[in-house]
């Protein structure tokens, strides 16, 4: 048995596929936020939703099941969470704060 000429092909312990559903639970995490957040802020909501994909697709890209070149990989899973990041920050800005507990606790 010869060993694999990408340290990357060697698996211990399934850490690419717990990599991979991890990247799968938030983009799950984002879309049910995004769902929950139609109710009360339309503008959030569509925002986070049209990230949803972005997630799932750099979760993809991350781990190495996207079909396409592997060179710049890093790159392009860097630049979405960037994105996603600033689009949270941007979000947190233009929503409606709450002006009381009592506001912030009842939907």
Do not use: C, K, N, Y
């Not at 503008?43 to 799932?56: H, M, R």
């Not at 079909?67 to 929503?95: E, H, K, Q």
């Amino acid at each position: 048995m010869t060993a694999p000429d990408d340290p990357e092909d060697a698996d211990p312990g399934l850490a690419r596929e717990r990599t991979r559903l991890s990247w799968a639970r938030t983009a799950i995490a984002f879309a049910a936020v995004g769902a929950a957040l139609l109710r009360r802020e339309a503008v959030a909501g569509v925002i986070v939703l049209a990230a949803t994909p972005l997630i799932w697709a750099a979760g993809r890209i991350a781990t190495g099941t996207w079909p396409g070149p592997r060179p710049g990989r890093l790159l392009v899973v860097t630049i979405t969470v960037t994105l996603v990041a600033v689009l949270a920050l941007v979000i947190s800005f233009v929503g409606h704060a709450p002006t009381s507990l009592h506001q912030l606790l009842h939907v």
